[in-house]
């Protein structure tokens, strides 16, 4: 009997700290593979409004000029057929600098705005799946001003030109590799032509 009181107190003892062991195991902090900056996004890059232009994020399409995080919208055939072959600028790491080839692309779709003048567009900025999402934010928005800036020295109104960042919430592939990454580093363009009271 006195040998059963003694480990009854140790037993207790044990039960009581198993609950305390598991709950400190299962606390796991998530890492950043990368370092990233801590900054305070401004409320203009979070907080556009949406519209009822734009269809809601769908399904990602492996197409280039396939579903993006809206809809190219109201659009003619003449204009769905004079759309550019190129509706993604892409962006090396952290960066949103524009390369020669994406200068290009940024061209071709400006020509197309301006010899459509009731058409819109939409320029969606996007990161990859690395870093935190406050960060991604910020970066998706100067891209997307990136692109919205040469589209403006090319004769594109303002006016016509909307921009909104994703952040890292509208990936084109999910694969944690440097392959993928660079797909989802980019800036979309979507139209939308302005319906008129006729139609």
């Avoid at 796991?28 to 203009?44: D, G, K, L, W």
């Avoid at 579903?67 to 109201?74: A, C, I, Q, S, T």
Wanted: charged share 20%.
């Amino acid at each position: 009997m006195p040998r059963f009181r003694v480990r009854l107190p140790i037993m207790h003892m044990l039960w009581m700290l198993l609950p305390a062991s598991l709950l400190l195991t299962g606390c796991a902090q998530e890492v950043s593979p990368h370092p990233v900056a801590h900054i305070t996004v401004p409320s203009h890059v979070i907080t556009q409004p949406a519209t009822q232009r734009y269809a809601a994020p769908g399904v990602q399409s492996e197409d280039i000029n396939g579903p993006l995080g809206g809809r190219n919208k109201y659009l003619s055939d003449a204009e769905l057929a004079a759309l550019p072959s190129h509706l993604r600028v892409h962006f090396a790491t952290n960066s949103s600098q524009i390369n020669v080839h994406g200068r290009h692309i940024i061209l071709d779709n400006a020509l197309f705005l301006l010899k459509f003048p009731h058409v819109d567009v939409r320029l969606e900025g996007n990161c990859d799946q690395r870093g935190t999402q406050e960060y991604n934010l910020a970066l998706g928005n100067r891209r997307a001003e990136a692109v919205a800036r040469l589209l403006e020295a090319d004769g594109v109104s303002a006016s016509r030109i909307q921009m909104v960042s994703f952040g890292k919430d509208n990936l084109l592939c999910y694969a944690n590799d440097p392959k993928c990454w660079k797909r989802n580093r980019r800036v979309d363009f979507v139209y939308h032509a302005m319906l008129s009271d006729s139609k």
